[in-house]
C-alpha cells in the first residue's frame, strides 16, 4: 500500500532539537526575516505546520540518542520477551525498565523528548491556525478539519508521555523561550486525574466535530482520521478505567464496525506484510520506508527519517540466506514460555514468532539471553531496506501498526461486558478475531478470555504490559523468576513502578517538577 505523503513531505521539515519539555526545543527561529506567525499563513503554509507535527511519530526508534521503540519499550516490562543485546550493560536502561529497577539517571529519555516535540508542534500549528481564521486567511472548513486533526495529534502524543511517566509537564498553550509546562498528577493523590481528564475532554471536543474522515485517500495515509480518534479514545478511556466514559467508548467502536471500509484482513501473515500495510484492517500505522532513504549515523537530521532501525534490533545476529533476512543486535528474544501460550492451530504464533533453530550453523554465537525465538513482525528481512541509499540496516521500510480493527472488535467486546451489553454480540466479535486465527469460537466472552486473546493477537505489538496494568493483573503476572531460564528479572513488579523516573535531565532543568513517588 502506498506509503503517505504527509510522512515523506515531513523528512524535508526542520527538526527541532531533540530535548526535554524545558529546553531549548522550544524556541522558534523562523528561516526567513518574517515572524514564525507572519510565515505560517494560508492554507498550503499552514499544511506545512501540520506536516511537521507528525514528524515525531517516526523518532521513537532512535532519535539520534536513544534507541527507544515505543512498543518494545512496553513489551519488555512485560512478560513475552526479553532484552537480550550483547549482555546487562548493551542499552542499559532497557535492562533496567525490565527489572523495574529504572533511574532517574539511567531511565528512558527518547519518547519523554519526542512526544514533547510533538505536543508543542501541534501547540504551534493550534495557535497558527487560530491566527489564519482571525485573519480570513483559510477557509471555516479547512480551520475546522485541521484543528480536529492537530488536537487528536497531540493526544497521541500525551498518551504515551501519560501512561509512561504519570505526573508529567502539561500544556495546551504555545509557548517559546524558557517557559516551563506546569506539572499535573496523573494519580499521586486519591482521585486525581489532571492529565486524563484535560486531555480526554479535548479529545471529545475534536472527536464531535466531526470533521475528519473515517479514512484517508492513499495521499494522505497516516495522518489522523475520525476512526483512529475514536481507537485513541477507547486507549484512554480503558486505561484510565473510567467508567463514567465506558458507554461513550462503546458507541465510537460500534462506529468503526459499522463501517464498511473496515474488516479484519483474511490473512494475519498477510497483515503484517509491505503488501498488507495500510489495509482495510489498519486504523492507524508509523509509516516508515526505504524508498531511497539517505537515513545514516552520521547525517545529522535524516537520522530522524526514512526508515525503521528496529528490525535491525530485534533480530538475531547472524543472517540466514535461505530465508532472506539479515543480522541483527540480539535484541527482544521471545520468552519460550510465551511461545507455549499459543494454542496448536494458532496461525498468529508463526506470524508472530520466527523460530531460527532450523537455519542456525555452527559458527552461530548467540547473544544475551538468547532462546532462538524472535519478533517476526519485527525481523530484519533484506528485502525491507534494498532500496535505501544510507545505512540500510537502520532504514527498513516496515510500519509500525498502532490500531487495527481486530483491537475495534476486542474493545467493543470488552466493553460491552463492562457495561452490561448484550453477551451474545461481545462473544461474536471475540469469535470473528480468533476464527481469522484459525480457532475454535468459545462459548462466551470473559475479561480473562480477551486479555489472553489480545496477548496473541498484539503480540509484539506492545500492548501486553499496559493490558497487565490497567486490568489489576500486574503484580500478580509479572513478579520475580528466580527459576525461569534467561530471566534477569530479580524484582516483582509493583504499583509503586507503575511510572518511570522522571528524568534528571528535566529536575535539573525545572526545580518546580517534582520526582514520580519511590523513586
Known amino acids: 500500500m502506498k506509503k503517505t505523503n504527509i510522512l515523506v513531505m515531513g523528512l524535508m521539515a526542520g527538526a527541532l532539537a531533540l530535548t526535554g519539555c524545558s529546553d531549548s526545543f522550544l524556541e522558534e527561529q523562523s528561516k526567513t526575516q518574517q515572524s514564525a506567525d507572519e510565515y505560517y499563513t494560508g492554507e498550503e503554509v499552514m499544511l506545512q505546520s501540520v506536516v511537521a507535527s507528525y514528524s515525531p511519530v517516526q523518532w521513537n526508534d532512535w532519535n539520534g540518542v536513544q534507541y527507544n521503540p515505543q512498543h518494545i519499550m512496553a513489551d519488555i516490562m512485560a512478560d513475552d520477551i526479553f532484552v537480550g543485546g550483547s549482555g546487562p550493560g548493551d542499552n542499559k536502561f532497557w535492562h533496567l525498565m525490565a527489572n523495574y529497577e529504572s533511574t ?14 510533538g505536543v508543542k508542534r501541534c501547540n504551534d ?36 508521555l501519560w501512561k509512561f511517566w504519570g505526573n508529567v509537564p502539561f500544556t495546551f498553550e504555545r509557548v517559546s523561550g524558557d517557559y516551563q509546562y506546569p506539572q499535573l498528577a496523573a494519580d499521586w493523590d486519591e482521585g486525581a486525574t489532571e492529565v486524563y481528564n484535560r486531555v480526554i475532554t479535548d479529545l471529545e471536543e475534536a472527536i464531535e466535530t466531526n470533521a475528519l474522515p473515517m479514512y484517508w485517500d492513499e495521499d494522505n495515509l497516516g495522518r489522523m482520521s475520525q476512526a483512529a480518534a475514536y481507537m485513541l479514545y477507547a486507549d484512554w478511556v480503558l486505561y484510565q478505567q473510567d467508567q463514567s466514559r465506558y458507554a461513550k467508548a462503546l458507541g465510537y467502536m460500534q462506529k468503526i464496525i459499522g463501517d464498511s471500509h473496515y474488516q479484519l ?47 535491525r534490533l530485534c533480530s538475531a545476529p547472524a543472517p540466514f540466506g535461505e530465508i532472506g533476512t539479515n543480522d541483527g543486535w540480539g535484541f527482544a528474544p521471545v520468552r519460550t514460555d510465551a511461545y507455549a501460550t499459543f494454542q496448536a492451530g494458532d496461525t498468529r504464533r508463526d506470524v508472530s514468532i520466527l523460530d531460527v533453530t532450523p537455519y542456525l550453523t555452527a559458527d552461530f554465537a548467540p547473544r544475551y539471553q538468547n532462546t532462538n525465538l524472535w519478533l517476526n513482525k519485527h525481523y530484519a528481512y533484506a528485502a525491507l531496506c534494498e532500496r535505501a541509499t544510507g545505512d540500510k540496516q537502520m532504514s527498513y521500510g516496515q510500519n509500525l501498526r498502532v490500531y487495527r480493527y481486530a483491537e475495534t472488535l476486542l474493545n467493543a467486546a470488552e466493553l460491552l461486558l463492562k ?60 513478579v520475580a523468576e528466580p527459576n525461569v531460564e534467561n530471566s534477569e528479572r530479580t524484582r516483582a513488579w509493583t504499583s509503586a ?21 519511590n523513586y
Do not use: C
Open 104 to 117: 532517574p539517571l539511567e531511565g528512558m529519555t527518547g519518547i519523554w523528548s519526542n512526544m514533547y516535540s
Open 497 to 517: 513502578r507503575k511510572y518511570l523516573p522522571i528524568p534528571y535531565t528535566e529536575l535539573a532543568s525545572d526545580p518546580a517538577l517534582k520526582q514520580n513517588p
Open 419 to 478: 457495561t452490561g451489553g448484550d453477551a451474545t454480540t461481545a462473544k461474536n466479535y471475540l469469535n470473528e478475531v480468533r476464527r481469522r486465527a484459525g480457532l475454535n469460537d468459545l462459548s462466551a466472552a470473559t475479561e480473562d478470555a480477551l486479555l489472553a486473546e489480545r496477548r496473541h493477537e498484539f503480540f509484539g505489538e506492545g500492548k501486553r504490559y499496559f493490558d497487565l496494568v490497567r486490568t489489576g493483573r500486574a503484580a500478580q503476572v509479572l
Open 125 to 160: 500549528a493550534l495557535a497558527y491556525l487560530e491566527n489564519n481564521i482571525e485573519a480570513g486567511a483559510i477557509r471555516p472548513e479547512v480551520y475546522k478539519a485541521l484543528n480536529a486533526e492537530e488536537r487528536v495529534l497531540r493526544a497521541y502524543y500525551y498518551i504515551w
Open 265 to 311: 484482513d483474511p490473512s494475519y501473515e498477510h497483515l503484517f506484510t509491505v503488501e498488507g500495510e495500510w489495509g482495510q484492517e489498519s486504523i492507524f500505522e508509523v509509516n516508515y520506508s526505504d524508498n531511497k532513504t539517505a537515513r545514516g549515523w552520521g547525517t545529522g537530521d535524516a537520522i530522524l527519517a526514512g526508515g525503521t532501525v528496529v528490525p
